[in-house]
């Protein structure tokens, strides 16, 4: 027996230095990017990201936004300093060859911690939610017709994201004949995801919206809402985007509770629900306000 041990000794000090000096799959890195500052805007805010072939282009957006596409979490899950929802960048970037579109969020953190020198850690913490679900009614809507073009749409063509908002009202086009518009006291969703919706819709709220439908398919949808309520989701919409906004403008925000949004939701069998939820937070230890040169 002591023999059979002796034998495998050499293997199992082999396998233990493997495992010490074994090395972690390199995150992957874009080619080339290139960081400016956005241009200033007249009015409004307009923002969004085109995917062409290998090359990539985010179009003012803040280190917020970067940092919440890089690390897959939402704006209010991150914690730092308020300067990060000021200054927005273009940035533009190669993709490596080989490496698909779906580790841009990883590519992303790289970048990040090169030229902005982000360091971040992660945290717990209980925020106040809205949970949307299916009402005690029953679910009231049908799914959205197939779009032939959408089907037929080659996979490769360029796709397009952009957002755009203003006093006059909000426009979010999501690609693949999916887009979103907020303006004269009616929201309006056009083949939009459940958790798509509720990650929109949640910019008009005073809380982040978990969506608990358990629904997946596409959904064209319409809410009406009043005046006042419009008013108050506009403003909000604008703070949520780090918009700069007078005190007076602000005051609309006290107090106010959307009513006319929760019955349009009933109408259509969803409803939002007020909890508390643990969720993940990211804690943005260091950053830099101006990225390390191109």
């Known amino acids: 027996m002591n023999n059979m041990n002796d034998m495998y000794k050499p293997l199992l000090i082999l396998a233990s230095a493997a495992t010490v000096f074994a090395q972690p799959s ?25 995917i062409d072939g290998a090359q990539v282009r985010w179009g003012s ?25 000021v200054d927005r960048f273009d940035i533009a970037a190669t993709l490596p060859p080989g490496v ?4 841009l969020p990883e590519m992303m953190q790289s970048l990040l911690e090169e030229r902005f020198k982000v360091k971040i ?10 949970v949307l679900e299916i009402a005690k009614g029953g679910f009231k809507m049908q ?17 397009n994201i952009t957002g755009g908002g203003s006093a006059q009202g909000i426009s979010i086009n999501l690609g693949r004949g999916s887009s979103i518009s907020f303006a004269n006291g009616k929201l309006e969703a056009k083949r939009v995801t459940m958790a798509a919706f509720a990650g929109t819709l949640e910019r008009f709220v005073d809380r982040p919206i978990v969506d608990m439908t358990d629904l997946t398919g596409s959904y064209d949808i319409t809410l009406d809402v009043t005046p006042e309520d419009y008013r108050s989701m506009l403003i909000r919409a604008g703070v949520n985007a780090g918009a700069t906004l007078p005190p007076e403008v602000l005051r609309f925000l006290d107090g106010a509770t959307v009513p006319s949004l929760f019955d349009a939701m009933q109408k259509l069998g969803l409803k939002l629900d007020a ?13 830099r306000k101006t990225p390390t040169e191109n």
Request: net charge negative.
């Open 61 to 85: 957006l803040t280190l917020k936004d970067y940092i919440g596409a890089a690390y897959r979490v939402k704006l209010y899950q991150i914690a730092g300093p308020d300067w990060l929802s």
């Open 100 to 103: 698909p579109t779906t580790q």
């Open 143 to 159: 799914e959205s017709a197939p779009d032939p073009n959408a089907t037929n749409a080659d996979p490769k063509a360029p796709l």
């Open 26 to 50: 390199p995150r992957p890195e874009f080619e080339v990017a290139t960081i400016r500052p956005s241009a200033p805007m007249v009015e409004g805010v307009t923002a969004g990201v085109r």
């Open 121 to 130: 850690h992660r945290d717990k913490k209980d925020f106040p939610v809205y």
């Open 275 to 287: 909890r508390k939820a643990a969720l993940d937070l990211l804690v943005v230890d260091d950053a």
